[in-house]
């Protein structure tokens, strides 16, 4: 599976598709998408209209409901232009991967598929593919001094082919000691609904994720899927453990953020 | 012989698939439909290379062989061959000998350098057609040690490749604890892909032999605590003696 | 084997709790997913091979009838007979009347997942003949009265003490023995076995259609035993293990055994033309080829799922699969275990019983991004859930409330003013029960996540609230 290969140039402006976990369950994420697109001196613009590209119904067999969902995603960003951003390799993928066998059968729906993923990019795809990494490293401030460990999101990873423009990002923020994990490649166990209705297998599955990335000593596990990071920091919690699980957006807006920068001469504002 | 159940299954494949019974043949140009002459050109390359690489291939071999496993031996002439069979068979402390009837014994000496040691060995024939089959067999899981020759050794993969036929058991390579072959500079082929070639040319030209083996090593298994041991059916011990 | 495919739950549970099976699969990953991994990564032109594979068997599997028509009618010019099962009923059945033809008292088995699908070996022995697996995998599963737990390794699940006590129940050897000594009993053992087999029943890995060929791949050897010393050889093969052409051979090996345990090539491959020949000093008199449907149909007759047909059985896709790994092989509840079993077990043995299996996936995809011929489990996967959920009874169902919820989860994301106000009223009724924000316990479905983890409650101030306050602060200058 690929990434993004309909070439862009550097936009103005771009639309932000947050996804429903990120708007309902952890909105700081969004926030964070957006302080980071602005100081690269991007406009971002959030189409109301969102909801869910409907991804759970679909993984659970139940596509009428899946592709009625899809058709309003694909209505609200269809009457936009520019670039579609997305902080989540899942939907992206299920916009770009998995609307094509939704409405193989549809024509008219087909070419409304087709404008909408030739547009879409995951956010740290974006980043590194259109803006080009020295963008952002050019807007990077002191030191974190922070230590993470990065766990590879499956959808990100497979569905997209993103595969080394997290860590790329991530090895350029100052101060940010990456350790790495022993299996960062083994799914966590979230898979959706499969955490539910499987719940015992997740859960080992999460234990053996949650006891490697103890296991490196760093103070908190990144990565870039919202469903992940919740089914990881859920376990977490209930562990009592201080671990901490961010989204990698989260770790980019406060490394580029004015705040962590030192007063003085060639400071940002 | 006999093909029971043939049109029944085959029109049921038709079916699924989606179509009319007679429907048109495949385009299997990439597959079978190499003419003739392409694939005997093919194997003539092949053989070509076999020769005028004899060398590097050799160098190869031994490499790849004694990665897959084999314990080799490189010697200059067919006389030393036979001096190193027979030392291997003598340190093994080897009684019970086999061997196939193969050409290679009649360049290399190794009835007599084994004799030399003390040791007969007998060669794994039957004699009159289908005579002995039972005393054969009984002698090949008797034997200590199997000795043939080889018809290719491949260096990809570290092979030796025996046709069984006549001279040649199955089971003279398999049933004894160890096995010795004993390779000749110019039957070495790169990889597995020529070995094919050359078995496509044999075909067309009006047969191959009724089987083949591809030999890699001792006979292995993992299926004990994920763990490798050698010998489980067949030899746990193989030797390529290479002779250039 | 009758399918139990719809203990799938129950399985895993047991397998989660047992750690001595968790400790022995760990070996899947380790060993030969590892394994793998270095074999790919050491070839030359890896992914264009497995790209070139996949075509070999797409066009094998999309003209089927003409390649099996001449697999066929080579064979029996060689010599061969070949005989059509329409299910494992029928193919026992061929071949206990052969048995029983051919007065055989005893049959050494080697390697064949079809004739697990047969119960082969225990309809023999219902019949009196005594049927031994040759392979050890299968030979220690035979002891233990149980299915494969692997598709190459069948007695992977089982601890060295657990080998130990059971050989030595059967030869009275010690309990403690080591895998090496382990290994010579049974080397000991099943030798004898070999020389007075009267037939002897192997799988097939590669049947070759130009010449009517059929290839063995071992490590351990059994298999050319079995092919050199009984009088009557018989091979059982699923329809689909076809190539065209000789030379299709030495890709397809070479992509199948790296796959499976990062071999270059395994200790031994057969290629075998029929019967011995006159001329020949050993080897079978008689060559029999049973080809077998029983259920792989059903996998032709539909377009999405005839990629399963590729499969080449190697089981790289079971050691990349972070759920086989936890829930073993018996959990799949019939013979084929982890993700194509997880598309194959219900699809022939019936969706309806099997109905969890499309859904005990994560949707990882690592069991795609391993196959030596690039099938698409995942995609199966998520077919068969729609089917399961859309299609007539006798394939599966789902429960009437999980309809009803998904039908208000489409409600409530078909306008946005729904979404937010369901989010919204989400927060307000669950902060009683909140603490810090996040849920320790709720009720089902949700049940089956708070057993483990805590839930976050949403946000009383979600993202498109936020957005929206921001964008009329900047309009109005400040900050």
Same mark, same amino acid.
């Given at each position: 599976?690929?990434?993004?290969?309909?070439?862009?140039?550097?936009?103005?402006?771009?639309?932000?598709?947050?996804?429903? *976990?990120?708007?309902?369950?952890?909105?700081?994420?969004?926030?964070?998408?957006?302080?980071?697109?602005?100081?690269?001196?991007?406009?971002?613009?959030?189409?109301?209209?969102?909801?869910?590209?409907?991804?759970?119904?679909?993984?659970?067999?139940?596509?009428?409901?899946?592709?009625?969902?899809?058709?309003?995603?694909?209505?609200?960003?269809?009457?936009?232009?520019?670039?579609?951003?997305?902080?989540?390799?899942?939907?992206?993928?299920?916009?770009?991967?998995?609307?094509?066998?939704?409405?193989?059968?549809?024509?008219?729906?087909?070419?409304?598929?087709?404008?909408?993923?030739?547009?879409?990019?995951?956010?740290?795809?974006?980043?590194?593919?259109?803006?080009?990494?020295?963008?952002?490293?050019?807007?990077?401030?002191?030191?974190?001094?922070?230590?993470?460990?990065?766990?590879?999101?499956?959808?990100?990873?497979?569905?997209?082919?993103?595969?080394?423009?997290?860590?790329?990002? *991530?090895?350029?923020?100052?101060? *940010?000691?990456? *350790?790495?994990?022993?299996?960062?490649?083994?799914?966590?166990?979230?898979?959706?609904?499969?955490?539910?209705?499987?719940?015992?297998?997740?859960?080992?599955?999460?234990?053996?994720?949650?006891?490697?990335?103890?296991?490196?000593?760093?103070?908190?596990?990144?990565?870039?899927?919202?469903?992940?990071?919740?089914?990881?920091?859920?376990?977490?919690?209930?562990?009592?453990?201080?671990?901490?699980?961010?989204?990698?957006?989260?770790?980019?807006?406060?490394?580029?953020?004015?705040?962590?920068?030192?007063?003085?001469?060639?400071?940002?504002? | 012989?006999? %093909?029971?159940?043939?049109?029944?299954?085959?029109?049921?494949?038709?079916?699924?698939?989606?179509?009319?019974?007679?429907?048109?043949?495949?385009?299997?140009?990439?597959?079978?439909?190499?003419?003739?002459?392409?694939?005997?050109?093919?194997?003539?390359?092949?053989?070509?290379?076999?020769?005028?690489?004899?060398?590097?291939?050799?160098?190869?071999?031994?490499?790849?062989?004694?990665?897959?496993?084999?314990?080799?031996?490189?010697?200059?002439?067919?006389?030393?061959?036979?001096?190193?069979?027979?030392? %291997?068979?003598?340190?093994?402390?080897?009684?019970?000998?086999?061997?196939?009837?193969?050409?290679?014994?009649?360049?290399?000496?190794?009835?007599?350098?084994?004799?030399?040691?003390?040791?007969?060995?007998?060669?794994?024939?039957?004699?009159?057609?289908?005579?002995?089959?039972?005393?054969?067999?009984?002698?090949?899981?008797?034997?200590?040690?199997?000795?043939?020759?080889?018809?290719?050794?491949?260096?990809?993969? =570290?092979?030796?490749?025996?046709?069984?036929?006549?001279?040649?058991?199955?089971?003279?390579?398999?049933?004894?604890?160890?096995?010795?072959? %004993?390779?000749?500079?110019?039957?070495?082929?790169?990889?597995?892909?020529?070995?094919?070639?050359?078995?496509?040319?044999?075909?067309?030209?009006?047969?191959?032999? =009724?089987?083949?083996?591809?030999?890699?090593?001792?006979?292995?298994?993992?299926?004990?605590?994920?763990?490798?041991?050698?010998? %489980?059916?067949?030899?746990?011990?193989?030797?390529?003696?290479?002779?250039? | 084997?009758?399918?139990?495919?719809?203990?799938?739950?129950?399985?895993?549970?047991? &397998?989660?709790?047992?750690?001595? @099976?968790?400790?022995?699969?760990?070996?899947?990953?380790?060993?030969?997913?590892?394994?793998?991994?270095?074999?790919?990564?050491?070839?030359?032109?890896?992914?264009?091979?497995?790209?070139?594979?996949?075509?070999?068997?797409?066009?094998?599997?999309?003209?089927?009838?003409?390649?099996?028509?001449?697999? &066929?009618?080579?064979?029996?010019?060689?010599?061969?007979?070949?005989?059509?099962?329409?299910?494992?009923? !029928?193919?026992?059945?061929? @071949?206990?009347?052969?048995?029983?033809?051919?007065?055989?008292?005893?049959?050494?088995?080697?390697?064949?997942?079809?004739?697990? !699908?047969?119960?082969?070996?225990? !309809?023999?022995?219902?019949?009196?003949?005594?049927?031994?697996? &040759?392979?050890?995998?299968?030979?220690?599963?035979?002891?233990?009265?149980?299915?494969?737990?692997? @598709?190459?390794?069948?007695?992977?699940?089982?601890?060295?003490?657990?080998?130990?006590?059971?050989?030595?129940?059967?030869?009275? &050897?010690?309990?403690?023995?080591?895998?090496?000594?382990?290994?010579?009993?049974?080397?000991?053992?099943?030798?004898?076995?070999?020389?007075?087999?009267?037939?002897?029943?192997?799988?097939?890995?590669?049947?070759?259609?130009?010449?009517?060929?059929?290839?063995?791949?071992?490590?351990?050897?059994?298999?050319?035993? +079995?092919?050199?010393?009984?009088?009557?050889?018989?091979?059982?093969?699923?329809? !689909?293990?076809?190539?065209?052409?000789?030379?299709?051979?030495?890709?397809?090996?070479?992509?199948?055994?790296?796959?499976?345990?990062?071999?270059?090539?395994?200790?031994?491959?057969?290629?075998?033309?029929?019967?011995?020949?006159?001329?020949?000093?050993?080897?079978?008199?008689?060559?029999?080829?049973? @080809?077998?449907?029983?259920?792989?149909?059903?996998?032709?007759?539909?377009?999405?799922?005839?990629?399963?047909?590729? +499969?080449?059985?190697?089981?790289?896709?079971?050691?990349?699969?972070?759920?086989?790994?936890?829930?073993?092989?018996?959990?799949?509840?019939?013979?084929?275990?982890?993700?194509?079993?997880?598309?194959?077990?219900?699809?022939?043995?019936?969706?309806?019983?099997?109905?969890?299996?499309?859904?005990?996936?994560?949707?990882?995809?690592?069991?795609?991004?391993?196959?030596?011929?690039?099938?698409?489990?995942?995609?199966?996967?998520?077919?068969?859930?729609?089917?399961?959920?859309?299609?007539?009874?006798?394939?599966?169902?789902?429960?009437?409330?999980?309809?009803?919820?998904?039908?208000?989860?489409?409600?409530?994301?078909?306008?946005?003013?729904?979404?937010?106000?369901?989010?919204?009223?989400?927060?307000?009724?669950?902060?009683?029960?909140?603490?810090?924000?996040?849920?320790?316990?709720?009720?089902?479905?949700?049940?089956?996540?708070?057993?483990?983890?805590?839930?976050?409650?949403?946000?009383?101030?979600?993202?498109?609230?936020?957005?929206?306050?921001?964008?009329?602060?900047?309009?109005?200058?400040?900050?």
């Amino acid at each position: 599976m690929t990434e993004q290969s309909v070439k862009t140039p550097r936009p103005e402006r771009v639309q932000l598709f947050v996804t429903c *976990l990120v708007d309902q369950f952890r909105p700081e994420v969004g926030e964070s998408v957006v302080n980071v697109l602005e100081r690269l001196g991007i406009e971002v613009e959030f189409p109301e209209g969102q909801t869910c590209c409907g991804q759970p119904a679909f993984n659970s067999g139940f596509r009428n409901e899946a592709s009625d969902v899809a058709r309003h995603f694909l209505d609200v960003f269809v009457a936009t232009e520019g670039p579609i951003i997305v902080p989540s390799g899942s939907c992206g993928a299920m916009v770009r991967n998995f609307y094509g066998e939704m409405f193989e059968e549809d024509s008219a729906a087909m070419e409304r598929v087709r404008r909408v993923s030739e547009r879409i990019y995951e956010f740290t795809e974006f980043l590194v593919n259109v803006l080009g990494q020295d963008d952002l490293v050019s807007k990077l401030g002191p030191q974190l001094n922070e230590t993470a460990t990065y766990h590879q999101c499956c959808h990100l990873e497979r569905e997209l082919g993103v595969d080394h423009q997290p860590q790329e990002l *991530l090895g350029q923020v100052n101060g *940010l000691q990456i *350790l790495p994990m022993y299996r960062p490649e083994v799914c966590c166990g979230f898979g959706g609904t499969f955490a539910v209705k499987f719940s015992d297998v997740s859960t080992a599955m999460l234990d053996e994720k949650l006891d490697n990335a103890a296991a490196t000593g760093a103070s908190m596990i990144v990565a870039g899927d919202t469903g992940c990071i919740m089914h990881m920091a859920g376990g977490l919690r209930r562990r009592g453990s201080d671990l901490q699980v961010r989204h990698i957006a989260e770790i980019l807006d406060e490394a580029t953020s004015p705040a962590n920068h030192a007063p003085g001469p060639g400071g940002q504002a | 012989m006999a %093909i029971t159940g043939r049109d029944a299954f085959l029109g049921r494949v038709r079916g699924a698939l989606g179509r009319s019974p007679g429907a048109p043949e495949p385009d299997n140009a990439t597959h079978i439909g190499l003419e003739v002459e392409d694939v005997r050109s093919s194997a003539d390359g092949v053989r070509r290379e076999m020769s005028e690489s004899a060398d590097a291939l050799l160098d190869a071999i031994e490499e790849s062989a004694a990665t897959a496993g084999w314990k080799v031996r490189r010697v200059a002439s067919p006389e030393d061959a036979a001096d190193v069979v027979a030392e %291997i068979c003598s340190e093994a402390g080897a009684t019970n000998v086999l061997r196939s009837d193969q050409d290679i014994f009649a360049s290399v000496p190794v009835d007599a350098a084994l004799e030399s040691k003390g040791i007969t060995p007998g060669v794994a024939t039957v004699g009159e057609a289908g005579a002995d089959i039972p005393a054969l067999k009984q002698a090949a899981f008797d034997s200590d040690i199997g000795i043939t020759g080889v018809d290719y050794a491949i260096a990809e993969t =570290g092979t030796v490749v025996l046709h069984p036929r006549k001279g040649l058991s199955r089971l003279v390579s398999l049933a004894p604890g160890r096995h010795i072959a %004993i390779l000749n500079k110019g039957d070495v082929l790169p990889s597995l892909d020529e070995l094919f070639t050359l078995e496509r040319a044999d075909y067309n030209d009006g047969g191959i032999e =009724g089987s083949m083996n591809l030999i890699s090593g001792p006979s292995r298994t993992g299926d004990i605590a994920a763990t490798i041991v050698d010998g %489980i059916h067949g030899p746990f011990e193989v030797h390529l003696v290479i002779v250039g | 084997m009758l399918p139990t495919t719809d203990r799938f739950k129950k399985g895993a549970k047991e &397998t989660l709790a047992d750690p001595v @099976i968790q400790m022995s699969m760990e070996a899947v990953y380790t060993g030969f997913h590892t394994n793998r991994q270095s074999a790919a990564a050491d070839t030359e032109a890896w992914d264009e091979q497995r790209d070139r594979g996949r075509a070999i068997k797409e066009h094998t599997i999309e003209n089927l009838d003409y390649y099996l028509e001449m697999l &066929t009618d080579k064979i029996d010019a060689n010599g061969g007979n070949v005989f059509f099962a329409e299910d494992s009923v !029928e193919a026992t059945e061929y @071949i206990l009347n052969l048995a029983r033809d051919r007065d055989v008292k005893t049959v050494i088995k080697s390697k064949s997942m079809v004739s697990e !699908e047969m119960s082969l070996a225990h !309809e023999m022995e219902a019949v009196g003949i005594e049927a031994v697996e &040759t392979d050890l995998g299968e030979y220690i599963i035979q002891l233990a009265g149980e299915a494969p737990y692997h @598709i190459i390794a069948p007695a992977i699940h089982k601890s060295q003490d657990q080998v130990a006590e059971m050989f030595s129940e059967v030869t009275g &050897t010690d309990p403690g023995q080591t895998p090496e000594e382990l290994t010579t009993t049974a080397r000991g053992m099943l030798r004898e076995t070999f020389q007075r087999a009267d037939m002897s029943v192997t799988g097939v890995n590669f049947a070759v259609a130009e010449s009517g060929s059929i290839v063995l791949v071992t490590n351990e050897g059994n298999g050319r035993m +079995c092919t050199s010393i009984p009088r009557v050889h018989v091979a059982v093969m699923g329809m !689909e293990k076809i190539v065209p052409s000789m030379q299709d051979l030495g890709m397809m090996l070479r992509i199948l055994i790296r796959s499976a345990t990062g071999q270059k090539i395994s200790s031994y491959v057969t290629m075998i033309n029929g019967p011995r020949r006159d001329e020949e000093e050993d080897g079978p008199e008689e060559f029999h080829l049973v @080809i077998v449907d029983n259920g792989r149909m059903k996998l032709l007759a539909d377009p999405k799922l005839r990629e399963a047909l590729y +499969c080449l059985r190697c089981g790289a896709c079971l050691n990349a699969c972070p759920v086989y790994r936890k829930v073993g092989g018996h959990s799949y509840g019939w013979v084929y275990p982890g993700p194509i079993g997880a598309v194959v077990s219900p699809v022939m043995s019936g969706l309806k019983q099997g109905k969890d299996l499309p859904f005990a996936s994560s949707l990882c995809g690592a069991c795609r991004e391993v196959c030596p011929v690039r099938i698409d489990i995942p995609n199966m996967l998520l077919h068969l859930r729609q089917q399961v959920v859309e299609g007539p009874p006798e394939e599966g169902s789902v429960g009437r409330i999980e309809r009803l919820g998904w039908k208000a989860w489409r409600f409530g994301n078909m306008k946005s003013s729904r979404f937010r106000a369901g989010g919204k009223m989400a927060n307000l009724l669950g902060r009683p029960f909140a603490r810090k924000g996040m849920f320790r316990r709720l009720p089902p479905p949700l049940s089956g996540w708070t057993r483990s983890r805590d839930l976050p409650i949403t946000a009383s101030s979600p993202f498109r609230d936020r957005f929206k306050k921001r964008k009329s602060n900047s309009s109005r200058g400040g900050e």
